[in-house]
């Protein structure tokens, strides 16, 4: 079956470091979101690509979150500098423009101390 | 997006059927009424989703009102594996932005044995 792939799917670090987690969207598939999980905030939408370009990203804190998809089969998301308020289950998921069905990955936990 | 609301928790018999409400009040003409469910410590799930008519799949049905200010989504013959947050959202079907999914806090739907 084809999955969306995400990695790492744990990351502990120490506050001020860099941090990049990675997503594998479906063959094919033009749309790519990223979504932060916390108990406290729930599912929110960080940002979203449509044919690799970024569509969205109002959910992101600017200063220190950058996402990205170099090439089809690889989209980023970065945090530099970490800070502990980061900690969350990052997800990535991917679809077609035209059908709200998203496929999402197992998502990746950080941890920042 | 319109907004939905559900109730926080529900509780259901192995076996029977579960029914999931979801107010949408300020549904738009085009937008679509979507459910997914999230079991613990995965990515949220597809289930279906519908514009004016019922639905129906492997996974559920969904019923959505006349009016479509309101929907139901029924798990025939729920099993102890259909435990999850099921989240209910509305999304217009196409447009730039708008192609964005907004979760809620949805429904912890426990199946008890």
């Known amino acids: 079956d084809a999955r969306v792939t995400q990695t790492p799917r744990d990351k502990v670090t120490e506050m001020g470091q860099e941090v990049t987690m990675r997503c594998q969207p479906i063959?094919?598939?033009?749309?790519v979101f990223w979504y932060r999980q916390t108990m406290m905030q729930g599912l929110e939408l960080l940002a979203y690509?449509?044919?690799?370009?970024?569509?969205?990203d109002s959910g992101m804190p600017k200063d220190r979150f950058s996402a990205e998809m170099p090439d089809a089969t690889l989209a980023t998301l970065k945090i530099q500098p970490s800070e502990p308020r980061d900690s969350a289950v990052y997800f990535c998921?991917?679809?077609?423009?035209?059908?709200?069905?998203?496929?999402f990955g197992e998502g990746s936990r950080l941890t920042v101390l | 997006d319109a907004k939905t609301t559900q109730p926080p928790s529900m509780d259901c018999a192995e076996g029977r059927a579960a029914n999931l409400p979801c107010n949408h009040s300020?549904?738009?003409?085009?937008?679509?009424v979507y459910w997914y469910r999230q079991i613990h410590s995965q990515g949220p799930q597809y289930i279906i989703h519908g514009l004016k008519n019922n639905e129906t799949n492997e996974m559920a049905s969904l019923i959505i009102t006349e009016d479509r200010k309101s929907s139901t989504l029924i798990l025939p013959h729920a099993t102890l594996r259909d435990t999850a947050v099921y989240y209910c959202i509305v999304r217009v079907a196409s447009g730039g932005s708008n192609y964005k999914l907004t979760f809620g806090k949805g429904t912890l739907l426990t199946v008890n044995p």
């Open positions: 690509f449509r044919n690799r370009a970024p569509l969205d």
């Open positions: 300020t549904i738009s003409g085009n937008e679509y």
């Open positions: 998921a991917s679809g077609f423009t035209y059908t709200g069905e998203l496929f």
């Open positions: 063959l094919g598939h033009n749309t």
